[in-house]
């Protein structure tokens, strides 16, 4: 039996499950700070022995397997979680591998296995939520390089009447800090899912997804998009990111129905557990 | 012995060599129809009888193996290249294994095997010139996936002072219609090389380049970055690239010192015919 840890920022969930994607038993702990929510993880898979773990992890994280910090979270501002040393907490604890990445290239990995990218060797997966994210499978590995990809933060062009002055910390106006979920409710003065009827809002949305489409499309060129996470809920923005999208690529480069090619998530809500159930299988390989 | 052919939209380079990138005899031939540029190739290397030819090859090309046209030239304007089958008539004429990519992707294989990425699995290798494009190894393989990527379209801010419309006939003002040497032409009345002591020239140049950098080391996270073509030989740029893609980053992401992680290429001009013996070694081995 294999154990998988989806480590998100207000939640854990742990499941227990094989190497096909079957899940058995889950829980899910709040994530306040390590030496409450770890105990916890522990208790759970000590529980059932797992003979290896899984973790898909918030970030950003140290996923160099040279760096002295592999496996630990590296600056978030999440009180107690910087520079906590994840998997070496885990394997002390538990003895068995552990597999390590972030949430987002699990999500990758469980869609290109299982879901909507199921046999192929290449896809992207994209979440739109409390922030954006993106993981990816480039000729069947998971993209990394000096580090993990960090695709939510890229920069994408205002739209001209949208004057608001953006929400990342970092960055103020990236992708993330003019179209992830806190972005909306600032903008709007509401909750997405209270501006469902409001179409300029999923119009604008639809801008700014276009545009990141585009930057990973011509960089990428993955064979799928998979498309989650809750603003992406509102379906209704898959129409306008595909308008902008068609406009922005003006045919320079050859692309299956967009309605094809850029989708909703094979696996639901469970890309990121299955996916990390894979990454506790690739430990065991390793 | 082994074949190169770094086959360009103003010339092809031919060359013999071996696998630890040594080059022997080499010539040039204009690019001009392939009725006439190709018996020229074939001529040469049926004269050295070499084991394999590896093409680098201007674009957009087919490189999807499951493809009916893989192996040929896809959309270019040139006349006569449109749907070339390039792999084909080489295979044909030569009875030898052809490897086949792009001739950023190529470059990028050289840099990484022998050049300023030498012994790292991970590199872009971007050439800013005529055109804008880039290659990249990712886990130490050439970057595919539904086709070859098309870096040089990305999408960037338009400096607000800058009015010049943007020279590409597909996106107007992507990053190839604003910094490849015709924009800097037109924009500026001037080639390049005319514009040397011309600050705000580069200064602009730079401005556009960060912005390329930030996408690809976010989307892509390379180990390295190498930074070649003509236009990149004005080596004024490097510094105003550095300024503007620190405030952009404004530390987000742990990098090397700028200068020491985006760099000229190692091998001169010659990373894409030494990349391109590395794709004949390639064939072979597949």
Sequence with gaps: MLGAIEAGGTKFVCAVGDELGGIGERIQIPTTIPEETIPRVIAFFSKHGVEAIG??????????LDSETYGSITSTPKPGWRGYPFVQE??????????FNTDVNAAALGEATFGAAKGLDSCLYITVGTGIGAGAVVQGKLLQGLSHPEMGHILVRRHPEDHYKGK???????????????????RWGAKGIELVSREEVWDLEGYYIAQALMQYILILSPKKIILGGG????????????????ELLNDYVALPRLSDYIVSPGLGDDAGIIGSLLLARNAIQE
């Design 90 to 99: 885990i394997r002390k604890a538990l003895g068995v591998p552990v597999g």
């Design 55 to 64: 973790i898909g992890s918030f970030g950003p994280i140290d996923v160099n």
């Design 231 to 246: 603003v992406m809920n509102q379906k209704q923005v898959f129409s306008y990111f595909q308008k902008y999208l068609q």
């Design 168 to 186: 990342c910390p970092y960055h103020s106006d990236c992708l993330e800090g003019l179209a992830a979920g806190p972005a909306i409710e600032e």
